[in-house]
């Protein structure tokens, strides 16, 4: 199997140049996607693409991440609505260096023979004066063309800035600037960037080779000097934007968001999209995702899909640390004891149960169970919280309470500064504990 057929089984071309399968089956390319620092992290949306060159680096050709630190100072109007805040030089700078500690992971950047690059189209971009590039540049785009643009289209309804409208000779210049620096023939990127690809290939086309030639016409094959190829853009079953939240974002970064609730957005993906998502974001091959298929098919309540799903981008985004502790986190809400824990991640486990407080001084007096239950809102009376304790159902830190007499003292806090209700099997309530 070559790389474009191996796109194709999981799912990830939605366009494509004619001869790129070729030239991907007999060639060693070079190919790029670019990258947009409007944030100081790439989001769970940015993986398909990091993939993307993941995989054309182990199929033996060479990878180029293209961060725009140029074109970032513009924004790209594609599959927007409304105009991009214009960013500092200074905050496009910091973003880019967490989108570079983010690839990493990903890409062998000292690879024999094809090694993975990182360039940052600044440098061509900002050096370039403004009557140069509409005369050399500039001449080789109609407005009418770039009107019909699908990503110009669309917005000018709402209205598109002059600004955002030349974003698309800004692209086509960077692939010509790679196709002179690397011989980069290829870009790849999502549907919604398929007529800012095909402007750059042909501008290449009309620089770089005989001055007879001219783009194809509609229904003529022609083979291209540079290649695209981009993808569908991933919803969920339920017809989201894939990698958005009730609690917003989903980001790389693990100061954004933990490798808990990393783990815990994979873990709760939906059947209808696992299958998608094992093939687009993991390394898992055909038969194992078939395998797991099965196994979802005959025991769906085990959720192995989803399991491995989580396990594997978890390990591949945080390595096998975080995810050994994001899998330790999950437990607990299973019941597991919550042991070795560090307050930090139990703040982070049980961030959205209700909590209440109780003041440390309380506690270091011994606080009755059943006090502590009623001024927590789990039981609605004294006589309540002792049947639930009596029948076995109230647990602290996951422990199951005996006795309703029993005192909670500070011991038993994690770090001093939390404590874990639960009622039953799922019914959890954090306590914070206040004061000196």
Not at 368 to 377: A, E, K
């Amino acid at each position: 199997m070559n790389l474009f057929e191996e796109y194709q089984w999981r799912g990830i071309v939605y366009d494509a140049t004619e001869g790129v399968a070729e030239a991907l089956a007999n060639e060693k390319l070079t190919g790029y996607i670019g990258f947009d620092p409007t944030a100081a992290s790439l989001h769970v949306g940015s993986l398909l693409q990091v993939m993307n060159l993941a995989r054309l680096q182990r199929f033996g050709h060479s990878p180029i991440a293209l961060v725009g630190g140029g074109t970032g100072l513009i924004g790209d109007p594609s599959g927007k609505t409304q105009e991009r805040q214009l960013l500092t030089k200074e905050k496009v700078e910091e973003n880019l260096q967490g989108i570079r500690s983010q690839l990493l992971p990903f890409l062998d950047f000292g690879a024999r023979g094809n090694p993975a690059q990182i360039v940052n189209n600044a440098d061509w971009l900002t050096a370039v004066s403004l009557t140069d590039f509409l005369r050399d540049i500039g001449k080789f785009f109609t407005v009418n063309g770039m009107l019909a643009k699908e990503s110009v289209r669309r917005r000018m309804e709402e209205g598109i800035s002059f600004t955002e409208f030349s974003y698309m000779l800004l692209q086509a210049y960077d692939y010509l600037m790679l196709y002179d620096r690397f011989r980069c023939r290829l870009q790849m990127g999502g549907s919604d960037q398929w007529g800012n690809i095909t402007a750059g290939i042909d501008l290449i086309g009309r620089l770089r080779s005989d001055e007879s030639w001219q783009p194809a016409k509609e229904g003529e094959k022609k083979p291209p000097i540079a290649h695209g190829i981009v993808c569908p853009l991933v919803t969920t079953a339920s017809g989201t934007k894939f990698g958005k939240t009730e609690a917003g974002t989903i980001w790389l970064d693990p100061k954004l968001t933990s490798p808990f609730r990393f783990y815990q957005f994979w873990l709760n993906t939906d059947d209808r999209d696992v299958d998608k998502f094992l093939r687009i974001f993991t390394w898992l091959t055909r038969e194992e995702i078939e395998e797991l298929e099965r196994s979802r098919q005959s025991a769906p309540e085990m959720r192995e899909s989803q399991v491995r799903l989580a396990r594997e981008v978890t390990r591949a985004v945080h390595g096998e640390t975080a995810l050994a502790a994001a899998e330790r986190a999950s437990a607990v809400l299973f019941g597991e004891a919550i042991t070795g824990l560090e307050s930090r991640e139990v703040e982070d486990i049980f961030a959205d149960v209700p909590s209440s407080e109780v003041p440390k001084d309380r506690l270091a007096e011994g606080l009755p169970i059943v006090d502590l239950l009623i001024q927590s809102g789990l039981v609605p009376s004294k006589a309540e919280a002792r049947r639930a304790i009596q029948a076995g159902g109230i647990y602290l830190n996951n422990q199951r309470m005996a006795g309703e007499k029993r005192l909670v003292t500070l011991a038993e806090t994690i770090d001093g500064r939390f404590l874990v209700l639960r009622k039953g099997r799922k019914t959890y309530h954090l306590v914070r504990v206040i004061g000196e």
